[in-house]
């Protein structure tokens, strides 16, 4: 069965593949019939319009026949296309001619204003004779100059080298009087310095022996203030000990007090276990009595032994501590006398110095142990401030010599400084003050070049315009001749072309030229 399907669908599509094909071989011959039923149609039309063209030409056939007619003149009036040229030619010639003879003229008339231009400029340039004379000996003048210009930039450079000698001196001068004045205040420093040293030398034993007294006392009120805090730091543990000591014994007393009531608790509990006992009747083991109205009764637990001990133990610790603080309080004792004896010894030393403050006797003994070292440095500076007196003394002589030396050239440099300048205040008299330096000088000297290049070539220009304005206007005139033959020969030439036209005209049947130029146009 599904063979069966299967070869049906494979039928049924090939009909229909078959069926495709066939429509397209029937739309492709559709196609063709139509291009050709087109051609068909376009051809009818083709037809109509060549009847419609047929019939329009029939009807304008007397027009044509007009226009044969004229086509006829047309033929022979191209005979005379030639002479006609001619003529055109000719009479564009005699145009040519016209404008070129216009157009002399118009250079003619340039030429002769540019003449009278030229005229009057090469007139106005040679009436500048004199300013150009005048410019050329301006600058021979100004080129005259250029020797004194250098002699004087010569005198004041060496103005300028004596003005700055003479500034140098002066500053020279005036180092060697700041050194001899400072040679004269060194030395009168020294001397002073001298005098000073040997009043502080005279003074190095009473100094000595003045810091030694001050620095002994110094240590001993050092001694005794230290000796003031161990004594009073001696007596504190001294005290202490005795509290400590009294405590101690407090404690024992009240230890040998517990060990007591240990005692009387055990002796009381003994009493009770012995009350226990008793029997009516039977006699009392302590008293021997048979009756025993109050037996003895425990107060409490009783003490054991080990109460006892401990008990005993503290109270021997507390004796051995008595022991070891009496023995203490003894030694801090003998401390504290011994410490008062000294105190006592160094307060008879020091006398009315043992209230003095400590840092009071430091700063005197300091004082006088910076004026004991001023002394003795005094002392050893007086051998080298006699040499250096000696010295500063040399070199005082020898910077009055430097510096009267100093004068003299100083005085010399000045005298050579005004004869230099009243040489060139002469020579700047000689030469106008704007010209003194050289760079203004050869400024004014190119200025007046240029000026005078400027006249030359003005009036050089002037005269080479003249020139060109003659040459202009005879080349003018030329061109002006030229030109008026040239256009005589052209009207000639047209005229005679003219003539022959309209002759051959009339011999072609033409009425008149306006009747051969309508043909023309056609």
């Known amino acids: 069965l599904h063979r069966l399907i299967r070869r049906q669908r494979q039928m049924c599509i090939r009909d229909r593949e078959n069926a495709i094909k066939t429509l397209r071989q029937e739309e492709t011959s559709a196609g063709k019939e139509l291009e050709n039923a087109k051609e068909v149609v376009r051809k009818l039309k083709e037809y109509e319009n060549a009847k419609t063209a047929l019939h329009n030409l029939e009807a304008r056939k007397d027009e044509f026949k007009g226009k044969q007619a004229i086509l006829l003149k047309a033929r022979k009036a191209s005979t005379l296309k030639d002479i006609e040229r001619e003529l055109s030619n000719r009479e564009e010639e005699l145009v040519e001619a016209q404008k070129k003879l216009k157009t002399a003229h118009g250079a003619l008339d340039t030429a002769q204003k540019e003449k009278t231009i030229a005229d009057e400029q090469f007139e106005k340039e040679r009436s500048r004779q004199e300013e150009r004379d005048n410019a050329r000996r301006e600058v021979d003048k100004l080129e005259s100059l250029r020797t004194q210009v250098e002699e004087l930039a010569g005198a004041r450079h060496k103005l300028i080298e004596l003005e700055g000698k003479v500034q140098t001196l002066a500053r020279i001068c005036d180092e ?59 007596d504190a543990e001294f005290s202490e000990i005795q509290c400590k000591l009294k405590q101690t014994n407090e404690d024992r007393s009240a230890a ?83 410490l008062e004896a000294q105190i006592r010894t160094l307060e008879a030393e020091l006398e009315a110095q043992k209230e003095e403050d400590i840092s009071t006797m430091k700063c005197r003994v300091e004082e006088v142990k910076s004026l004991l070292d001023e002394a003795e440095k005094a002392k050893g500076r007086l051998s080298g401030l006699e040499a250096q007196i000696k010295e500063l003394d040399q070199a005082k002589k020898q910077a009055e010599k430097e510096a009267e030396l100093a004068k003299n050239e100083l005085q010399k440099a000045t005298t050579d400084f005004a004869v230099a300048k009243s040489s060139v205040e002469q020579s700047e008299g000689k030469i106008p003050e704007e010209l003194r330096t050289k760079e203004r000088l050869e400024e004014a000297i190119r200025e007046a070049r240029n000026k005078y290049q400027e006249l030359e070539t003005a009036f050089r220009k002037a005269q080479e315009q003249q020139n060109n304005a003659r040459v202009a206007l005879a080349q003018a005139e030329a061109t002006l001749r030229n030109a008026k033959e040239t256009e005589i020969k052209a ?32």
Do not use: M
């Open 176 to 234: 060697k009087k700041a050194h001899l004045e400072e040679c004269e205040q060194a030395l009168q420093e020294a001397q002073r310095e001298k005098e000073a040293a040997v009043t502080l030398a005279a003074q190095v034993d009473a100094r000595k022996l003045e810091y030694d007294n001050l620095q002994r006392a110094y240590e001993w009120r050092k001694q005794l203030e230290k000796l003031y805090r161990d004594h009073k730091k001696a």
């Open 491 to 522: 009207r000639d030439l047209a005229d005679k072309a003219r003539k022959n036209f309209l002759r051959r005209i009339e011999e072609a049947g033409f009425a008149n030229t306006e009747d051969y130029l309508s043909l023309i146009h056609i």
């Open 256 to 338: 040998s007090k517990e060990l007591e009531l240990l005692e009387e608790r055990w002796r009381k509990g003994q009493a009770a276990v012995l009350a226990r006992q008793l029997k009516a009747g039977t006699p009392c083991p302590v008293c021997g009595s048979t009756e025993h109205p109050l037996p003895a009764k425990a107060g409490g637990e009783l003490p054991t032994e080990s109460d006892f001990e401990l008990a005993r133990d503290r109270l021997k610790e507390i004796d051995n501590r008595i022991k070891e603080l009496q023995v203490k309080a003894s030694s801090s004792r003998d401390c504290v006398v011994k």
